[in-house]
């Protein structure tokens, strides 16, 4: 699972849950994948994401210590902070661990790198 | 139909070329005939509409959706689900043939487990794990599994709604609470005065673009015919008249 896909999982699948978002993460492996940067690409992507929700995703899973609070000014035209972004948000990939609603504790689990949101109740 | 006609001649033309892909796991026959349907779509979605490269793609239901009618209308009384993704990852690679810089993220959601692994295990077989993201998930309540509207496009070959009645169309509902720029989808060529003013009450304009048809020959041992043609419209759905 990549932290772009975190970004846009919620848990409101589950009976009772108002917004399930964001799902915390434990990450029990992570893998790193190679993905082709594109700028224009990742400049779109981050302009969709919840940022402080992506930040702290990477924290949860322990990367991104020097990433930003916030969007830094001018990052369109900062590549290497572009090549970061991309990194983190599309070649770091939790294979196994757990996704947690944050209303209800409710554990989904990532198994080789698909995470799954199946409500069995 | 002289346009849509031609464009269907096209399309064929570059699917005989897709038949020559190697694929060591073909089991199901249905394959090939999944093979010419998501090419098709492809094909479509990124050289006429300019919908793949470069966007945020999402297919609802990549697992065994095109197994689902095969199964219903042959009267099986048990079917393996197929990878119906793994079409597209291939077709993903002949894309790549012809777009120099091709850059597709790839989203895959499906509810059966066993079909979302082969899913991973063939984009690991052909490189392509790093654009491509698998998620178990029920498509039918995708929309509340979705925080973000972060799909351009969204492609799909729901279950016809034969074997439970109206499930194209809910996943049409689906597709378009999750897409921003276009939905491709496939319906039943005889649903398709339903399909089109349930478009109309979502918000979304649709265009048949293509006449296709499923040839699904009985691989089931417990079919009682020995194959069925469906006639089916490729539709791409937008939230403008182009």
């Known amino acids: ?121 | 139909m002289a346009a849509g006609s031609m464009k269907l001649k096209r399309l064929q033309h570059i699917l005989e070329e897709i038949e020559t892909f190697e694929n060591p796991k073909i089991e199901l026959e249905q394959y090939t005939t999944s093979s010419h349907i998501a090419a098709c779509i492809l094909h479509t979605a990124q050289f006429v509409y300019g919908d793949i490269t470069d966007k945020c793609v999402a297919d609802l239901g990549c697992g065994s959706g095109i197994l689902t009618i095969g199964a219903a209308l042959l009267d099986a009384r048990y079917c393996t689900g197929y990878i119906y993704s793994t079409v597209y990852i291939m077709v993903l690679e002949y894309l790549k043939m012809f777009i120099f810089v091709c850059f597709i993220c790839f989203a895959g959601f499906d509810i059966d487990p066993s079909a979302l692994s082969l899913s991973v295990e063939n984009a690991a077989d052909r490189d392509v794990s790093g654009q491509c993201e698998f998620i178990l998930c029920d498509v039918k309540q995708i929309d509340k599994s979705m925080q973000l509207k972060a799909f351009d496009t969204v492609i799909m070959n729901p279950p016809f709604g034969t074997r439970e009645k109206g499930a194209d169309l809910e996943f049409l509902k689906m597709a378009v609470s999750l897409a921003t720029n276009a939905v491709y989808s496939l319906h039943k060529t005889s649903t398709r005065k339903h399909v089109i003013s349930t478009a109309k009450q979502l918000g979304v304009h649709p265009k048949v673009i293509a006449e296709l048809r499923f040839d699904l020959p009985a691989s089931y041992k417990f079919h009682k015919y020995n194959s069925v043609d469906v006639q089916v419209d490729l539709i791409r759905f937008t939230w403008k008249s182009t």
Not at chain 1, 87 to 98: A, I, Q, T, Y
């Open chain 1, 1 to 121: 699972m990549k932290l772009f896909t975190h970004n846009m999982l919620s848990s409101k699948v589950v009976n009772g849950v108002k917004v399930g978002y964001p799902l915390r993460i434990v990450a029990k492996d992570i893998k790193i994948s190679e993905s082709e940067f594109d700028k224009e690409f990742v400049k779109r992507i981050i302009s969709k994401i919840n940022w402080k929700v992506f930040v702290n995703a990477a924290k949860q899973i322990g990367y991104g210590k020097d990433l930003s609070e916030e969007l830094i000014n001018n990052y369109e035209n900062n590549e290497e902070y572009l090549k970061k972004v991309h990194h983190l948000l599309m070649e770091v990939e939790v294979m196994n661990g757990e996704l947690i609603c944050p209303e209800t504790h409710r554990v989904f689990p990532i198994s080789d790198g698909v995470p799954n949101l199946l409500n069995e109740d």
